[in-house]
């Protein structure tokens, strides 16, 4: 079911009940892409209040996914993520911790030490007896067969709408599936066929990286956005930090992560083949995630989000940011 349109006088209803605070008051502040964020200013604190997107088409229950993880991470002592405080279920509203803290930028290697730490936190939990109830992660790649199918769900999503867009045909055509075509042959080259043992997964937030963290005062990092949680393979979580577009690492830290994760994951005698395999193709993805904006659907969720530019000027910034990509996974090494 879609997000019915909830007004800010709802909303701040929602906050009084679930707060327990008749005088509690919200604030706007910028929220993902995927769900609107309301700091909750009360006598005794503040809070954040997450209305969640729903959409028809999308069956996800993004609520639901993140306060089991986020409850899930609590309960193992895993504390760099907020606290779930209460839910609005009818709604698809969370009230979680307020972190005070200012985006990630500038990241060196302590940052990337520190995202580091909770993916090796995370592989720990891999034999908790409530790790094995979670769901697998959204997009989850656990076979060149899965990654096979994303790549072509979001090509047949990308296709209907480029005879309207003459520069995003001339990109998809001339560029990514010429790319597309080549990964392919490297994956079937490199990639084992068969699906990951359970063994070798790990509780993954999906959506990970400093895009989606808020370092505190004392420089502690908070990891945030958890509405994709669940088991997927350590090489996909280690591609998408490396190739997500809100990260900005530099060829260094990128190579030094990839490193963390070797080192994590050195049970696994096949991690090196796997993302020499899954890293290409799971750029086209990214490329194609980046040209969302020119799907409807895409752009509903951003204005749902907040989204104040232009549409226009929207695709033209992301078909920048995907033509950067593609450029990067051609001139990589390895």
């Known amino acids: 079911m879609g997000n019915k349109t909830i007004s800010d006088n709802t909303l701040q209803k929602i906050a009084r009940r679930l707060t327990g605070q008749p005088e509690a008051r919200l604030v706007p502040v910028r929220g993902g892409g995927n769900s609107r964020l309301m700091r909750v200013e009360t006598r005794t604190g503040r ?13 996800r229950d993004r609520q639901k996914t993140e306060t089991r993880a986020l409850t899930f991470l609590h309960a193992h002592g895993v504390t760099e993520v907020p606290q779930v405080i209460a839910l609005d279920r009818e709604h698809g509203c969370t009230l979680l911790e307020w972190i005070d803290g200012e985006p990630v930028s500038g990241a060196t290697t302590a940052e990337v030490d520190m995202a580091l730490e909770l993916i090796r936190k995370l592989y720990a939990l891999r034999e908790s007896p409530k790790a094995r ?11 060149p067969v899965m990654l096979l199918d994303q790549v072509g769900t979001r090509m047949d999503r990308l296709f209907p709408v480029l005879p309207k867009h003459p520069e995003l045909a001339a990109f998809v055509y001339k560029e990514l599936l010429p790319f597309a075509d080549r990964s392919l042959g490297a994956m079937v080259r490199h990639s084992p066929v068969e699906e990951l043992p359970p063994a070798l997964r790990l509780p993954s937030p999906s959506d990970f990286g400093f895009h989606n963290a808020l370092r505190r005062p004392d420089g502690r990092i908070i990891f945030l956005d958890f ?16 190739m997500h ?14 490193n963390g994760m070797r080192e994590i994951c050195r049970e696994d005698a096949a991690f090196e083949e796997r993302l020499a395999g899954y890293l290409p193709l799971l750029g086209v993805c990214w490329c194609m995630i980046m040209l969302n904006e020119f799907l409807r659907e895409g752009w509903k969720r951003r204005a749902f ?9 929207a695709r033209t910034r992301q078909l920048a940011k995907a033509r950067a990509l593609l450029t990067w996974l051609r001139n990589r090494k390895g």
Do not use: I, N
């Open 245 to 258: 577009p809100g990260m900005d690492l530099d060829a260094t830290l990128r190579e030094y992560f990839a």
């Open 133 to 143: 109830r979670l769901p697998l992660a959204s997009a989850a790649c656990l076979s």
């Open 305 to 313: 989000a907040g989204a104040r530019e232009m549409r226009s000027d």
């Open 47 to 59: 809070f954040a209040l997450k209305h969640h997107l729903r959409q028809a088409h999308d069956p």
């Open 227 to 242: 509405e994709y949680f669940g088991w997927d393979d350590p090489v996909k979580l280690t591609c998408d930090f490396l």
